[in-house]
């Protein structure tokens, strides 16, 4: 298996080298991510407010976000709008969103909208009733009919759909979807409830040419010019009354409900249009410039996609590419000789480091990792009559302390496993049920969310983030204790009133900190009908491919699983679920903040070692920076879930670019310091524009600018020269020297330590063993207090950059590619005898280690 892995990269190399240049071009094709500034309706001035007509006079909606747009979240809020008729379903006055396209001036008709998918689902997209054909394209409502609309040629069952015809020129007529758009693809809301004021919110995902091909939003015409503007959409809302197609009241029909579509004519008449303006998906950077690879972890790919195209805009005209890899593979590159610039959170200490190497190592971005959440409010039977009046509203709260998380990433909730498991059939449902969760939220104690918050999405793909939350985990006495078995009711909780919820006994005493997130149950649930296909935890909560799909996955109302038995595919098998439905969404994903931002997700309090619920706010991120302690290695500063600083965010995530001065070409070395000088400068002011810093990343403090500055300069005056020629002994380029006990070789650091992000004296940084460069299977060793946390800094002084923005785009919807490409170039060279082999070794030891007796392999 080696010696076949080890052929194929090496005949591999330059295809991947091929393949780099086409996703760094790639990644031109796809527009930049959003913040949730913009959600708030105060980021870019972009805002939109449109008014009703008619009967729909006092309906105002907002849309936060009209500009610049990507795959992200928007918010859409209205008043003006009467109370929702429902109990527990949508009987009248509610509204109905889609995203459409359309060239004409006046806005689209409804042949060129996105809308009908949901009726997958059945009437009231999984409401308890709602109209027949309220969520569908179906024109035909039996004794019903609509005036003012003339009807299309019947399909072959006699019923008349309108339909749906693509930017491309395609008209499909045979029902509600088509292979343009399904259940699981169509971001159409339904069903928009309006509380007894007349107000409401929903959230509402804006997609690409790239997510609906069939509207093409954001694509550049053919042939078009550099730069060229994509194709404008539309978002439309349809306001629903008490009255039908007919003038018959709602209350008159069969049902008791409204029963017709939006998109039948006297219905879509009261439309209110929003134009929406794409990201262009097209060419942004210079062709036939240089491009320098860069490839990293994910924390940092939102704030380098912002990046990209002021620095491709820029004199230089050089393109920096990046592939999305591992922690573990960006430490391969490092130190593979043929360096590049990687993005990483622990650096390559001790033996990793070849001799005589000397990477530099740089702050370039500060953010966090996060439970991000989309959970809508959901009255348990008996809740009294004002909860139950909430149902359906964004609850926008979530204290978790590190026991609850290790609840929840421990298959420990019976929502998280399964019903039938007999490990966990003694716990509490979910989060919802559990005495000790309500003991810390309040709010969720007469709310009750059926098989939900049960566990959060997370990623398959090993990172030092995970690392870094299993270590907050096992630092935690209370969450060791509940690893340990030791049950609820007994030891630290004392107290009567806990479930005596114990840990699942596939978790016990399990070994941290982890990398990744074993699911070691291996119950399998059998059924009579289909005995040789159980369903087992991986079709009942799957793997996110990465942080980004978590998020937009929870965003959806997506929990990923395949659960539903299909006996008709070939062969028969579990095929995915439709997203929760509109009012019933109940979703966790493990995100960073960025994208958590992008996606519209609130992110949860963590409770730090302080004793404090602390959010990811900025705040709370240059807290946690201040935190940190030396890693042992010079420039890298490593987290310290121990310190008791009250204001500190306990997952906060510093990425730091990296790589080895000397084994770059003088070129190179310009390129790459010239992407940090544009990161520790304009590349941090917060904004909305090409070139700015995203919302969900707090600002370097200017003390850790400097220091990042500082490496950018060792790096242009060291590269092209012999490790033992000129900047080897902390010259006037600003190389320091290896820092910390044990570290061999593991860095230098151009302006020394970091005092956590208080002003301190330069100098080389001086760590203890243990420190983040440790291994993976080494805890942290808590240290002192913290210093204060820094002021957030001013904004820089540099010119605001007007240039088009892009996204990771292909990167991030191929990750397959990228890891591909990002090992391919990883182990090219030199550094593949030594890859492949712990590649391999890696690979076997964490199946020994999930498939060990009791355990479910993966």
């Given at each position: 298996?080696?010696?076949a892995?080890?052929r194929f990269?090496q005949?591999?190399?330059?295809?991947?080298?091929?393949?780099?240049?086409?996703?760094?071009?790639?990644?031109?094709a796809?527009?930049?991510?959003a913040?949730?500034?913009?959600?708030?309706?105060?980021?870019?001035g972009?805002?939109?407010?449109?008014?009703?007509?008619?009967?729909?006079?006092?309906?105002?909606?907002t849309?936060s976000?009209?500009?610049n747009?990507v795959n992200q979240?928007?918010?859409i809020?209205?008043?003006g709008?009467?109370?929702?008729?429902?109990d527990?379903?949508?009987?009248a006055?509610?509204?109905?969103?889609?995203?459409?396209?359309?060239?004409?001036a006046?806005?689209?008709d409804p042949?060129q909208?996105?809308f009908g998918?949901?009726?997958?689902?059945?009437a009231?997209?999984?409401?308890?009733?709602?109209?027949?054909?309220t969520?569908?394209?179906?024109?035909?409502?039996g004794g019903?009919k609509d005036?003012?609309?003339?009807?299309?040629p019947?399909?072959?069952?006699?019923i008349?759909?309108?339909p749906?015809?693509s930017?491309?020129g395609d008209v499909?007529t045979?029902?509600?979807w088509?292979e343009f758009?399904d259940?699981?693809t169509?971001n159409?809301?339904p069903?928009?409830?309006?509380g007894p004021?007349?107000r409401?919110?929903?959230?509402f995902?804006?997609?690409?040419?790239?997510?609906?091909?069939g509207l093409g939003c954001g694509?550049v015409?053919?042939?078009?010019a550099?730069?060229?503007a994509?194709?404008?959409?539309?978002?439309?809302?349809?306001?629903?009354g008490t009255s039908?197609?007919?003038g018959?009241?709602?209350g008159?029909?069969?049902?008791g409900?409204l029963?017709?579509?939006?998109?039948?004519a006297?219905?879509?008449k009261?439309?209110l249009?929003?134009p929406?303006?794409?990201?262009?998906m097209?060419?942004f950077?210079?062709?036939?410039?240089?491009?320098?690879?860069?490839?990293?972890h994910?924390s940092?790919?939102e704030?380098v996609?912002?990046?990209?195209?002021?620095?491709?805009q820029?004199?230089?005209?050089t393109i920096?590419?990046y592939?999305?890899?591992?922690?573990d593979?960006?430490r391969?590159?490092l130190?593979?000789?043929?360096?590049?610039?990687v993005?990483?959170a622990?650096?390559?200490?001790?033996?990793?480091v070849?001799?005589?190497?000397r990477p530099?190592?740089?702050?370039v971005a500060?953010s966090?990792?996060t439970?991000?959440?989309f959970?809508?409010?959901?009255?348990g039977f008996?809740a009294?009559?004002a909860?139950?009046a909430?149902?359906?509203?964004?609850?926008?709260s979530?204290?978790?302390?590190?026991?609850?998380?290790?609840k929840?990433?421990t298959?420990?909730y019976?929502?998280?496993?399964s019903?039938?498991?007999?490990?966990?059939?003694?716990?509490?449902?979910?989060?919802?049920?559990?005495p000790?969760?309500?003991k810390?939220?309040?709010?969720?104690k007469?709310?009750?969310?059926?098989?939900?918050?049960?566990?959060a999405l997370?990623?398959?793909?090993l990172?030092?983030?995970t690392?870094?939350?299993?270590?907050?985990?096992?630092?935690?006495?209370?969450?060791?204790?509940?690893?340990?078995?030791?049950?609820?009711?007994?030891?630290?909780?004392?107290?009567?009133a806990?479930?005596?919820m114990k840990?699942?006994?596939?978790?016990r005493n399990?070994?941290?900190?982890?990398?990744?997130?074993?699911?070691?149950d291996p119950?399998?649930?059998?059924?009579e009908?289909?005995?040789?296909?159980p369903?087992c935890?991986q079709?009942?909560?799957?793997?996110a491919s990465?942080?980004?799909?978590?998020a937009?996955?929870?965003?959806?109302g997506?929990t990923?699983?395949?659960?539903?038995?299909?006996?008709?595919?070939t062969?028969?098998?579990?095929k995915?679920?439709?997203?929760?439905?509109?009012?019933?969404?109940?979703?966790?994903?493990?995100?960073d903040t960025?994208t958590?931002?992008?996606?519209?997700l609130?992110?949860?309090?963590?409770?730090?070692?302080?004793g404090?619920?602390?959010?990811?706010?900025a705040?709370?991120l240059?807290?946690?920076?201040a935190a940190m302690r030396p890693s042992?290695?010079a420039g890298?500063?490593?987290?310290?879930?121990?310190a008791?600083?009250?204001?500190?965010?306990p997952?906060?995530?510093?990425t730091?670019?990296?790589?080895?001065?000397?084994?770059l070409t003088?070129?190179?070395?310009?390129?790459y310091?010239a992407?940090?000088?544009y990161?520790?400068?304009?590349?941090?002011?917060?904004?909305v524009?090409?070139?700015?810093l995203?919302e969900?990343?707090?600002?370097?403090?200017?003390?850790?600018?400097?220091?990042?500055?500082?490496?950018?300069?060792?790096?242009?005056?060291r590269?092209?020269?012999s490790?033992?020629?000129p900047?080897t002994s902390?010259?006037?380029?600003?190389?320091?020297?290896?820092?910390?006990?044990?570290?061999s070789?593991?860095g230098t650091?151009?302006g020394g330590g970091?005092?956590?992000?208080?002003?301190?004296?330069p100098?080389t940084?001086?760590?203890?063993?243990?420190g983040s460069?440790a291994?993976?299977?080494?805890?942290?060793?808590p240290s002192?207090s913290?210093?204060a946390p820094?002021?957030a800094p001013a904004?820089?002084?540099?010119?605001?950059?007007r240039?088009?923005?892009?996204v990771?785009?292909?990167?991030?919807?191929?990750?397959?590619i990228?890891?591909?490409?990002?090992l391919a170039?990883?182990?090219?060279?030199?550094?593949l005898?030594?890859?492949?082999?712990?590649?391999?070794?890696?690979i076997?030891?964490?199946r020994a280690?999930?498939?060990?007796p009791g355990?479910?392999?993966?």
């Amino acid at each position: 298996m080696i010696a076949a892995l080890r052929r194929f990269v090496q005949t591999s190399s330059v295809v991947a080298s091929v393949l780099l240049m086409v996703i760094g071009a790639a990644a031109l094709a796809f527009p930049r991510p959003a913040d949730a500034a913009a959600l708030a309706g105060s980021g870019d001035g972009s805002a939109v407010t449109v008014s009703g007509k008619g009967p729909y006079a006092d309906l105002k909606v907002t849309v936060s976000q009209t500009r610049n747009l990507v795959n992200q979240v928007v918010k859409i809020s209205w008043q003006g709008g009467a109370p929702t008729v429902s109990d527990t379903t949508y009987a009248a006055n509610y509204l109905q969103a889609m995203q459409c396209w359309g060239d004409e001036a006046t806005g689209p008709d409804p042949e060129q909208c996105q809308f009908g998918g949901s009726s997958a689902l059945g009437a009231g997209a999984g409401s308890q009733a709602a109209g027949a054909y309220t969520n569908t394209r179906q024109l035909t409502y039996g004794g019903l009919k609509d005036p003012d609309q003339q009807l299309p040629p019947p399909t072959g069952t006699g019923i008349s759909y309108v339909p749906f015809r693509s930017a491309a020129g395609d008209v499909i007529t045979k029902g509600n979807w088509n292979e343009f758009y399904d259940v699981n693809t169509t971001n159409e809301i339904p069903y928009a409830r309006s509380g007894p004021d007349g107000r409401g919110e929903v959230y509402f995902e804006t997609q690409t040419a790239l997510e609906a091909p069939g509207l093409g939003c954001g694509e550049v015409p053919a042939g078009a010019a550099n730069g060229s503007a994509g194709r404008s959409c539309w978002l439309v809302v349809v306001p629903r009354g008490t009255s039908e197609v007919d003038g018959s009241p709602y209350g008159s029909q069969p049902s008791g409900l409204l029963q017709s579509s939006p998109l039948t004519a006297s219905n879509w008449k009261h439309r209110l249009v929003v134009p929406l303006s794409f990201e262009p998906m097209g060419r942004f950077c210079p062709i036939g410039a240089d491009e320098r690879s860069t490839l990293g972890h994910e924390s940092v790919a939102e704030a380098v996609a912002r990046w990209q195209p002021a620095l491709c805009q820029s004199a230089a005209k050089t393109i920096y590419g990046y592939a999305q890899v591992t922690d573990d593979t960006a430490r391969a590159k490092l130190v593979s000789g043929r360096p590049g610039l990687v993005f990483l959170a622990r650096p390559a200490t001790g033996s990793q480091v070849p001799a005589g190497q000397r990477p530099v190592y740089a702050p370039v971005a500060l953010s966090g990792l996060t439970i991000g959440f989309f959970i809508e409010s959901q009255a348990g039977f008996g809740a009294p009559a004002a909860v139950k009046a909430r149902d359906g509203a964004r609850l926008n709260s979530l204290d978790l302390t590190p026991r609850l998380v290790a609840k929840l990433l421990t298959e420990s909730y019976q929502d998280g496993n399964s019903r039938f498991a007999p490990s966990t059939a003694e716990n509490p449902f979910n989060l919802a049920r559990d005495p000790e969760f309500r003991k810390h939220n309040p709010a969720y104690k007469d709310l009750d969310f059926g098989g939900s918050l049960g566990d959060a999405l997370v990623s398959e793909a090993l990172s030092d983030a995970t690392w870094q939350l299993w270590n907050w985990v096992d630092q935690d006495p209370a969450a060791r204790e509940f690893l340990s078995g030791t049950p609820d009711n007994q030891g630290r909780y004392g107290d009567p009133a806990f479930s005596g919820m114990k840990v699942n006994p596939h978790y016990r005493n399990i070994d941290l900190p982890l990398s990744d997130f074993p699911k070691s149950d291996p119950f399998c649930q059998q059924f009579e009908d289909h005995p040789d296909h159980p369903l087992c935890i991986q079709d009942k909560h799957p793997y996110a491919s990465d942080m980004h799909a978590a998020a937009r996955a929870a965003a959806r109302g997506d929990t990923l699983a395949r659960s539903t038995w299909d006996s008709t595919s070939t062969p028969p098998g579990y095929k995915k679920n439709p997203p929760q439905p509109t009012g019933k969404r109940a979703v966790l994903a493990l995100t960073d903040t960025a994208t958590a931002s992008r996606y519209g997700l609130v992110t949860a309090k963590l409770q730090n070692a302080a004793g404090r619920f602390v959010g990811p706010d900025a705040a709370g991120l240059l807290a946690g920076h201040a935190a940190m302690r030396p890693s042992g290695v010079a420039g890298v500063m490593s987290p310290n879930p121990a310190a008791k600083a009250p204001n500190a965010y306990p997952l906060t995530l510093l990425t730091h670019a990296a790589t080895v001065p000397e084994a770059l070409t003088k070129q190179e070395g310009q390129d790459y310091a010239a992407l940090l000088k544009y990161a520790a400068g304009a590349g941090q002011r917060p904004g909305v524009s090409a070139g700015t810093l995203p919302e969900g990343y707090a600002p370097l403090p200017h003390s850790v600018r400097a220091k990042t500055l500082a490496a950018a300069e060792a790096i242009a005056s060291r590269a092209g020269t012999s490790p033992s020629g000129p900047g080897t002994s902390g010259d006037a380029g600003g190389a320091g020297s290896t820092g910390g006990a044990g570290s061999s070789g593991g860095g230098t650091a151009a302006g020394g330590g970091d005092s956590g992000g208080a002003a301190g004296a330069p100098g080389t940084q001086a760590g203890a063993a243990g420190g983040s460069g440790a291994s993976p299977s080494t805890a942290t060793t808590p240290s002192g207090s913290p210093s204060a946390p820094s002021a957030a800094p001013a904004a820089s002084d540099g010119p605001a950059v007007r240039t088009p923005a892009w996204v990771l785009g292909a990167v991030r919807y191929a990750l397959l590619i990228a890891l591909v490409v990002g090992l391919a170039a990883a182990v090219s060279g030199p550094l593949l005898p030594r890859v492949v082999p712990r590649l391999a070794a890696g690979i076997a030891a964490r199946r020994a280690r999930v498939t060990s007796p009791g355990k479910q392999g993966r």
